[in-house]
C-alpha cells in the first residue's frame, strides 16, 4: 500500500519570503504521479503542481516549483515570493498509474503567511 | 464552466440519526469520487463511480455508508445511521476519465459539506 507523510504540521512564512514543505512517500512502483493540493480555509481544493514520476525535470508553476527526487522518494514543495493568499492546508498525493486515479493523501501542512 | 456542487455546506445531526450529501459533476465528467476528510487528516477516498458504476468501495462502511449515482450524472451519498466518528467533511469530486482512457486525468473538487455528529 502507498503511503505519503508530510513531517510539517504547521509552517509560517513572511510575505515575500520562500518557504519549502516537505513530502515523502512509500511505493513499489515505478510509475506514478505525484500532486501538491490548496486547501484554503473555505475548503475548495485546489491542484496546485503535479510531477509525473518518468520525468526527470522538476514541475513549475509560477511562483511554486518541486524539487522531485525518485530515489530518495522525496517531493518537496518550494513556494516564492509567499503572498498571503497562499495561507492555506497544503496537501501532498500521489496516484499509481495503475489504479484508476485513487489519490493518497498526507495529513497535510497548515502554512500562514504573515506580514 | 461551472464547478463541482455539493449541498448542503453544513449539516448537524444527532448520532443515530440519517443523512444524506448530494454532488453534481462539471458536465461531461465521467468519474465521480466520494471523500471524507477527518479534522487534522487528509482526505480519504470513499468511493469511486465510472460513470453509473462503482470502481471502488473498499474504504466505504457498507454497513451504515451507502452512494448510489443514478443516470452517470449526479450522485447521493447517505449515512445511516450516523456515528459520533462520522462527523468529518465529507468532498465530492470529478475528473473527465473516459472508459479505457488510461492516462491520470485531474479531480476537480467541490467545497465539501462539513458533518457534525452529537
Given amino acids: 500500500a502507498q503511503t505519503v507523510t508530510q513531517s510539517q504540521p504547521e509552517m509560517s512564512v513572511q ?7 516537505s513530502c515523502t512517500y512509500d511505493t513499489s512502483e ?14 475548495q481544493m485546489i491542484l496546485v ?5 518518468y520525468k526527470q525535470q522538476n514541475a513549475t508553476e509560477n511562483r511554486f516549483s518541486v524539487n522531485f527526487q525518485k530515489a530518495a522518494k522525496s517531493f518537496s514543495l518550494k ?17 499509481n498509474t495503475g489504479t484508476a486515479s ?7 501542512t497548515r502554512l500562514q503567511v504573515t506580514l | 464552466e461551472a464547478g463541482v456542487a455539493q449541498s448542503p455546506r ?3 445531526i444527532e448520532k443515530r440519526q440519517s ?7 462539471i458536465s461531461g465528467h465521467a468519474t465521480l469520487y466520494w471523500y471524507q476528510q477527518i479534522l487534522g487528516q487528509g482526505p480519504k477516498l470513499l468511493i469511486q463511480f465510472q460513470n453509473n458504476g462503482v470502481v471502488d468501495d473498499s474504504q466505504l462502511p457498507k454497513d451504515r455508508f451507502s452512494a448510489e449515482r443514478l443516470k452517470g450524472v449526479d450522485s447521493t451519498l447517505k449515512i445511516q445511521p450516523a456515528k459520533l466518528e ?7 469530486a470529478s475528473s473527465f476519465s473516459p472508459q479505457g482512457f488510461s492516462s491520470y486525468n485531474e479531480q476537480f473538487f467541490g467545497p465539501g459539506t462539513r458533518l457534525t455528529v452529537l
Avoid at chain 1, 82 to 94: E, H, I, K, N, V
Fill in chain 1, 15 to 21: 510575505e515575500a519570503e520562500t518557504v519549502t514543505l
Fill in chain 1, 30 to 43: 515505478n510509475n506514478y504521479y505525484l500532486f501538491w493540493y490548496k486547501q484554503p480555509p473555505s475548503r
Fill in chain 1, 49 to 53: 503542481i503535479r510531477q509525473e514520476a
Fill in chain 1, 79 to 95: 513556494i516564492s515570493d509567499s503572498q498571503l493568499g497562499d495561507t492555506a492546508m497544503y496537501f501532498c498525493a500521489f496516484v
Fill in chain 1, 102 to 108: 485513487k489519490l493518497t493523501f498526507g495529513t497535510g
Fill in chain 2, 10 to 12: 453544513y449539516k448537524i
Fill in chain 2, 19 to 25: 443523512v444524506a450529501f448530494w454532488c453534481n459533476p
Fill in chain 2, 86 to 92: 462520522d462527523s468529518a467533511v465529507y468532498l465530492c
